[in-house]
């Protein structure tokens, strides 16, 4: 009940899930490094704004910190066609990576380390 009412309030009612998948990283496990999730056919460089193949949500099911290796956000990568994802992600990193709170907090949003400039670990939030 709780999935179904946070997906009507992003999408609308009535929505359709078309598939579930988990992810799961076991601690130690070797980086993954930035990447898409969508693939070159659903690319909004060759549609527009007219589609997108696919919408992803992330639910995280435990606290994420950056010791962890917490999932880094790039926005904007999904208009970049032949870009290195590193090189436009990643960009200079930030001299103030001192604060080492391991999780954010905020009762409109939902907690976890995120960048917007897709540094991994760099403290942020998503808001609902």
């Known amino acids: 009940e709780l999935l179904q009412k946070t997906l009507e309030g992003l999408v609308g009612p009535d929505p359709a899930i078309v598939e579930i998948s988990t992810l799961t990283s076991m601690q130690g496990a070797e980086e993954q490094g930035i990447h898409t999730d969508?693939?070159?056919?659903?690319?909004?460089?060759?549609?527009?704004?007219?589609?997108?193949?696919?919408?992803?949500l992330?639910?995280?099911?435990?606290?994420?910190?950056k010791q962890l290796g917490a999932?880094?956000?790039?926005?904007?990568?999904?208009?970049?066609a032949n870009e290195d994802l590193e090189d436009v992600c990643l960009g200079e990193e930030d001299e103030d990576d001192e604060d080492d709170d391991n999780t954010s907090s905020n009762d409109n949003a939902i907690a976890f380390e995120v960048s917007t400039n897709g540094k991994i670990g760099?403290?942020?939030l998503l808001y609902r």
């Open 38 to 56: 969508s693939d070159w056919f659903g690319s909004s460089l060759l549609y527009g704004r007219t589609f997108l193949h696919s919408y992803s």
């Open 71 to 80: 999932t880094t956000i790039c926005p904007g990568s999904h208009y970049c």
């Open 122 to 124: 760099d403290d942020g």
């Open 58 to 65: 992330f639910i995280a099911l435990q606290d994420t910190t």
